[in-house]
């Protein structure tokens, strides 16, 4: 049996950000999205009890940290990639909320590649708590390094 990576559970200090009706609005501008529900404050706390932000809206996030907050994952950024990105809200978040955020590695795993050799894969969670105190959504990322630089297809 292989032994745990031992980068799984390095987490971050928290952030704290607060969700801004006017950072809202343009950051639904600058992905043209023009839903109501980001822009016209009546509209939203008829339909969804005030404005929420679009779902991407937590990567903002990176905005309010000192960027020596970051998580040391140990990989050449040079054989990087970004694998994917998930969010599950599991409470509403609407302008006026304060969140804390906190990220940490929850896994790290090898697979085998074919143009770039093995893969490692490093799995981050952030947890989003609103000013109660509530689990508001999850983020998780996951990066992924080759083993060497991928090879050119001829």
């Known amino acids: ?9 390095r987490t971050t200090q928290p952030v ?3 969700v801004e009706f006017g ?3 343009e950051f639904a ?3 043209k999205d023009d839903n109501p529900i980001y822009f016209d404050e009546d509209y939203a706390r008829r ?3 005030g404005v929420m932000p679009p779902p991407t809206f937590t990567m903002t996030q990176a905005f309010w940290d000192s960027h020596s907050n970051r998580i040391e994952l140990g990989m050449d950024l040079r054989r990087v990639l970004h694998g994917g990105q998930e969010f599950e809200y599991v409470q509403p978040v609407h302008a006026g909320d304060t969140l804390t955020a906190r990220s940490s590695i929850t896994d790290v795993f090898k697979k085998p590649g074919k143009r770039g050799g093995e893969m490692t894969f490093a799995v981050l969670e952030t947890q989003f708590s609103n000013q109660r105190g509530e689990i508001v959504l999850y983020s998780r990322s996951t990066i992924i390094e080759t083993a060497k630089p991928v090879e050119k297809k001829d």
């Not at 032994?3 to 799984?8: G, L, N, S, W």
């Open 16 to 18: 704290t950000m607060r």
């Open 1 to 9: 049996m292989a032994e745990k990576d031992p980068r799984i559970g």
């Open 29 to 31: 501008a600058a992905i």
């Open 23 to 25: 950072k809202i609005r």
């Open 47 to 49: 339909e969804a009890g």
